[in-house]
């Protein structure tokens, strides 16, 4: 009856310590979230939510990604009339102001020099950003970061698509 107990105590002290190493090795791995759609009705309903995106918005890709303790960040672009796209981009922005009300205002200011697309996030597990072609990006504005944890937005103005990129 003593073997028995020691192997049922042996067998449970297994199991707490596999389950702490699988919770260790789950919270460590990235949580990517990729939407897209070609309309905003498409996205919402796929998403289940519309990320704040303006409904005028289509030809949408939104990633995000959650890594345990060591991160998040969100990938986005969309089409929309250029007012709807700065719109949402002083909303984003407005959304990591360290102090609320104490904020400079956030100022547009033209894209100069030749941008380059991020390759990739893998920290995030975010591997193909192809699709995120800021390089194309003729005539466009940006929005100035006054501290890190703001994100890069690009907006081109031309063709009425905007580009967002955010890391924590």
């Known amino acids: 009856m003593r073997w028995l107990r020691r192997a049922g105590l042996c067998a449970a002290a297994l199991v ?8 260790g090795v789950m919270f460590s791995r990235p949580y990517v979230r990729d939407f897209s759609g070609r309309t905003y009705d498409e996205v919402v309903a796929v998403a289940g939510g519309d990320f ?3 409904r005028s918005a289509s030809n949408i890709r939104f990633v995000a990604s959650s890594v345990g303790l060591g991160g998040r960040a969100h990938v ?5 009339p ?3 796209c700065r719109n949402y981009a002083l909303a984003d922005f407005r959304c990591y102001d360290t102090q609320q009300g104490s904020n400079p205002a956030a100022e547009f200011t033209p894209v100069t020099g030749r941008l380059c697309r991020p390759t990739s996030f893998g ?6 950003l192809r699709w995120f072609d800021i390089e194309t990006i003729e005539e ?5 970061r006054d501290h890190t944890h703001r994100p890069f937005t690009w907006i081109d103005t ?11």
Do not use: H, M, N, Q
């Open 16 to 23: 707490g310590v596999l389950i702490i190493i699988w919770c």
């Open 52 to 54: 704040g995106l303006p």
């Open 76 to 80: 986005v672009k969309f089409t929309a």
């Open 82 to 84: 250029v007012e709807d």
């Open 123 to 128: 920290e995030y597990g975010v591997r193909d």
């Open 140 to 144: 466009g504005i940006t929005l100035e």
């Open 158 to 168: 031309r063709r009425g698509i905007l580009y967002s990129l955010w890391t924590d």
